[in-house]
């Protein structure tokens, strides 16, 4: 890719400005220009630096004020703003799943999409089984800008990212300032202090360090302290005369809870006792589970560790510009990672006789755990334990690049990838029984007619036998990537070319094993219950191997036409791919280890044809896009594998616009996907892929005064398919978000947020393909209504 030179830009506007006379208008169009940030340089996804406005790619840049504007809660409803990006944040802080332009979420994740620190891989893998990669990061105030890029340039810029890049650049010390802040939730339990400082220790040595810690529980109501924890994050650069060389390091240890699919009506109003935007089956009744631990021992699992990633993460990235016009580049992060995730999900909700009889036989009864109480009400919940122990999810990774100029508008680099991402976990899963109640739920016994106990404090079967005890799993695989890539980029008058080829390959090893039954006295008591008879372990002595490799080769191809300095066309078509890892797991490898190799990688194809233009305070860009998708997949909730080929067509738009204080920003994506072709369920062929809307979309509003700021943001959606049957159908909806920010001093600012104003329900996905008999789904929902208050302090 050509970088566009911005002083040559600036001479033309001011040749301009003084030929009509008017040095005061420059001076506005100059800013303005730069609030559009059309002149932005981008280092995400591009062999070397470039603006937006040259670029042959679809590229965003956001700040954190900008992100500010739709009051993110967690990481993930950041990236609702970004233009292509369809981010379904309503698992908590992590496990979102996020697809771009039709590119599908057949299970979970970002499976398409990768996710980055500084520009290097959070995870290899985006769709890691309750090891999603925005489970492993964190949004707050050392990020100095979001870089995403969307459509097939990523294809030859990062290993497993055909659809796209969201990259969080953080902060260096280059400013030398900090601030502190504390956010209070005042509609619900939450604490949170931020805080960043960077500055410079000489005239070549400066740093950056920050983080945040918190406690609460939550948006939803748990009965416990459910987030908890913090991160911290530092680097440290040395600058030369030709270069510079920075240490970098993280350290992330925070509990938060995760929200998987609860109990509502199909229309998704809620159910008596279960509000569907504020409750969670999550109760301070149930925080402890005991079970055989991977290795076969007796232990227990905390409820209130949710999703706690413990992240250790050291690296390195060192640039230098050489002799004879040549640059090299390396960026280098090792990272521990361990942790747990522990939700509850309802695998059934019924009435209570029928799944009291289902377990104990006619007549059978349900009773309250704690008072022994009959639980005489209609519903009750199944419940399966997601108890999933991280056991390492570590990763080395390097990434080397040599350019070589020739010109100021001509280039050439060479680069080398290198990763080794380990995958080790343990499903440990149990099964209880539930009230269906938002408050404090209470676990239920089941008793048999004659009066034989079937479950004890709740537990009715250590494993999931509902779901034929799938899911006593225990995997080590090891995933090694190598890639090789080159990337050529000039430019003829006013047309810039850029081509990239990548080859990708690697090997998966390890092994893996299922599960198995055995008597065990679980509690110690010298008796053995009836859940206690038949109790799902691993089977170890039966391991079966991981041994196989793939390859796949990606190319890209893009043109921008300079048309005028306000006007631009592009185009690329590319080929990129996406090698599986875990998922293919327990069905997928055959028995030696190895893998077929049209199972070991999905290829995606695409095409993009857009247009950038700007005026004096609007700006739009719009992409035409088509894509298609081979996917390969295995869902844990519904224990399906998938065999797919999906198409994708549709429009994306960006749009800014500036008068006067106002600031508005918009964006939105029309897409029109079908299942081409499926091997396993070819009655599906045709249909829209699950969840996927016509139109979604993103607008904010800021309005600027001397004393603080206000902005209005509209995120939403148009009807979607809970499934790939296309009879569930969940509405379209807009949630609305607010702030407004004051300041108190110079340098001291009181802000209000308001996240979900109008409280709207909007549900993103749902179990449940059609509507069952009792009209009650499983499904996620965004939160109801938040707000919360924030004060910081900025100094320098």
């Not at 969080?168 to 010390?173: A, D, E, L, M, Q």
């Not at 390097?398 to 080790?424: E, M, P, R, V």
């Not at 749902?766 to 900025?794: C, F, H, M, Q």
Request: aromatic share 10%; hydrophobic share 35%.
């Amino acid at each position: 890719m050509t970088t566009h030179h911005t002083p040559l830009y600036l001479i033309s506007a001011l040749a301009l400005a003084v030929s009509q006379g008017v040095h005061a208008q420059d001076e506005q169009e100059t800013k303005v220009q730069a609030n559009q940030g059309l002149e932005t340089i981008v280092v995400t996804g591009v062999p070397r630096r470039t603006t937006i406005m040259a670029s042959s790619s679809s590229v965003s840049s956001l700040s954190l004020e900008q992100v500010e504007v739709s009051t993110p809660r967690s990481t993930a409803e950041a990236f609702r703003i970004i233009p292509g990006v369809r981010a379904e944040s309503t698992g908590g802080e992590g496990n979102a799943n996020i697809a771009v332009r039709g590119l599908p979420v057949a299970s979970g994740g970002a499976k398409f999409l990768q996710l980055q620190e500084d520009g290097l891989p959070v995870m290899q893998f985006g769709d890691v089984a309750f090891g999603n990669a925005d489970i492993f990061m964190r949004l707050d105030n050392t990020v100095q800008t979001i870089e995403s890029i969307r459509g097939g340039s990523a294809s030859t810029s990062a290993s497993n990212a055909p659809g796209g890049i969201i990259n969080f650049i953080s902060k260096n010390g280059e400013n030398e300032s900090g601030s502190v802040s504390s956010t209070v939730g005042l509609d619900y339990d939450s604490v949170r202090t931020d805080f960043e400082y960077g500055t410079y220790l000489t005239d070549s040595v400066r740093f950056h360090v920050g983080g945040f810690v918190r406690q609460g529980e939550g948006p939803r109501e748990t009965g416990y302290t459910s987030n908890k924890g913090g991160q911290i994050k530092a680097n440290l650069t040395k600058d030369f005369e030709s270069g510079y060389v920075r240490l970098y390091y993280k350290h992330l240890d925070d509990k938060s809870v995760g929200y998987l699919p609860m109990p509502m009506y199909s229309n998704g109003d809620s159910i008596a006792g279960f509000d569907a935007q504020s409750d969670t089956p999550h109760s301070a009744l149930f925080t402890k589970t005991v079970r055989l631990n991977g290795e076969n021992q007796i232990s227990s699992g905390d409820l209130r560790d949710g999703m706690n990633p413990n992240v250790d993460a050291v690296g390195f990235e060192a640039v230098f510009d050489l002799d004879n016009d040549w640059r090299i580049e390396n960026r280098f992060r090792k990272s521990s990672i361990s942790g747990n995730f522990n939700s509850l999900i309802p695998a059934e909700v019924g009435s209570a006789s029928s799944i009291a009889q289902s377990i104990g036989g006619a007549g059978a009864t349900l009773s309250n755990a704690n008072t022994g109480e009959a639980f005489n009400d209609e519903l009750a919940m199944r419940i399966h334990t997601f108890d999933v122990t991280l056991n390492d999810f570590g990763s080395i990774v390097n990434d080397f690049k040599l350019t070589k100029s020739f010109s100021d508008d001509t280039s050439l680099t060479f680069g080398y990838f290198a990763s080794t991402q380990n995958i080790a976990m343990s499903w440990l899963w149990n099964s209880y029984l539930m009230e269906l109640k938002g408050d404090n739920a209470a676990l239920l016994n089941v008793t048999a007619a004659d009066g034989t106990e079937y479950s004890e404090n709740g537990l009715y079967a250590y494993g999931t036998p509902y779901w034929g005890n799938c899911c006593q799993r225990d995997y080590d695989t090891e995933y090694d990537t190598r890639a090789p890539y080159v990337a050529f980029s000039t430019k003829l008058g006013d047309v810039s070319i850029d081509a990239s080829a990548r080859y990708d390959s690697g090997e998966a090893r390890g092994n893996y094993a299922g599960a198995v039954t055995s008597t065990v006295d679980m509690n110690r008591d010298g008796t053995i219950s009836i859940p206690e008879q038949n109790v799902a372990g691993i089977d170890i002595a039966n391991a079966s191997p991981v041994n196989y490799d793939w390859s796949y080769s990606s190319y890209s191809v893009g043109a921008n036409y300079q048309i005028d300095p306000s006007l631009a066309t592009f185009a690329r078509i590319s080929k990129g791919g996406r090698a599986n890892a875990d998922r293919l797991l327990f069905g997928k490898v055959r028995s030696d280890g190895s893998v077929a190799d049209e199972d070991a990688v999905d290829e995606v194809n695409q095409f993009e044809i857009g247009v950038k233009k700007r005026f004096d305070s609007f700006s739009v860009f719009a992409t035409a896009f088509y894509a298609e998708t081979e996917e390969q997949n295995f869902e844990a909730t519904s224990q399906t594998f998938f065999d797919r080929e999906y198409e994708a067509k549709g429009i994306e738009v960006e749009s800014t616009y500036f008068m006067d204080a106002w600031d508005f920003r918009g964006n939105f994506t029309w897409t029109d996907a079908e299942i081409a072709k499926d091997a396993l369920t070819p009655e599906v062929v045709g249909n829209t892929p699950r969840r996927q809307a016509d139109l979604i979309y993103s607008l904010m509003a800021r309005y600027s005064y001397d004393k603080g700021a206000a902005g209005v943001s509209f995120i939403g959606t148009t009807d979607a398919y809970a499934q790939d049957n296309n009879d569930l159908k969940f509405d379209g909806y807009t949630q609305v978000n607010a702030f407004v920010s004051y300041d108190l001093s110079e340098n001291l600012n009181l802000a209000l947020n308001v996240n979900n104003l109008f409280d709207t329900v909007g549900i993103t996905e749902a179990e449940e393909g059609s509507v069952p008999e009792n009209d009650i789904i499983r499904a996620r929902t965004i939160n109801g209504r938040t707000t919360s208050v924030t004060l910081k302090y900025a100094f320098n």
